[in-house]
Antibody, heavy 123, light 106 residues
């Protein structure tokens, strides 16, 4: 059974870089049928897609965060990661990693999610 | 960017009721729409994809319809476990979620 687990610091200082890793078990991130994505949810608010990565290094980012975000995949560890630089309090959120199906040229809906991890930006 | 707007934001209903949630896209997304259910403190759970396809394991009381810019999620007979927040998501061009609809017990 596929499982995704987010890990990383739960507290990040303003202006620093938020770094999270998603470890995948029960499946391979080298799958040609899937993309791997990050979604965040500020406390009490809705869901925001941040971006997604493919095993070959292809990445897609939402336009509002593109200048501050980087994602990558490490197939040897079956992990993928997220970095958001120059964080502010507005980046405080629960961060989810998730799997997309890839049925065409671009990733589709999310069919599996990690449990989520709260990251707080505060000094 | 494609914007997704859900209505209502909050819906009060009783067990056994039939309820409908609407999601509108700012431009045509054909049938490339998914619906998710989220309970407090939990990750979203996929219910419907491609506007009307039921995800495996999801009860048949959930159904989706629509195409283009207007979509609906219907729960035919509310069960206690269905009180949650529901989100739509377009995936024709990147990914955008609606703002959510909270389904409350009346």
């Amino acid at each position: 059974q596929l499982q995704l687990q987010e890990s990383g610091p739960g507290l990040v200082k303003p202006s620093e870089t938020l770094s999270l890793t998603c470890t995948v078990s029960g499946g391979s991130i080298s799958s040609s049928s899937h993309y791997w994505g990050w979604i965040r949810q500020p406390p009490g608010k809705g869901l925001e897609w941040i971006g997604s990565t493919y095993y070959n290094g292809r990445t897609l980012y939402t336009s509002s965060l593109e200048s501050r975000v980087a994602m990558s995949a490490d197939t040897s560890k079956n992990q993928f990661s997220l970095k958001v630089n120059s964080v502010t309090a507005a980046d405080t959120a629960v961060y989810y990693c998730a799997r997309h199906l890839l049925l065409g040229d671009n990733p589709d809906y999310f069919d599996a999610w990690g449990q989520g991890m709260l990251v707080t930006v505060s000094s | 960017d494609i914007q997704m707007t859900q209505s209502p934001s909050t819906l009060s209903a009783s067990v056994g009721d039939r309820v409908t949630i609407t999601c509108r896209a700012s431009q045509s997304i054909d049938i490339w729409l998914a619906w998710y259910q989220q309970k407090p403190g939990k990750a979203p759970n996929l219910l419907i994809y491609k506007a009307s396809s039921l995800e495996s394991g999801v009860p048949s009381r959930f159904s989706g319809s629509g195409s283009g810019t207007e979509f609906t999620l219907t729960i035919s007979s509310l069960q206690p476990d269905d009180f949650a927040t529901y989100y739509c998501q377009q995936y024709i061009t990147y990914h955008t979620f609606g703002q959510g609809t909270k389904l409350e017990i009346k």
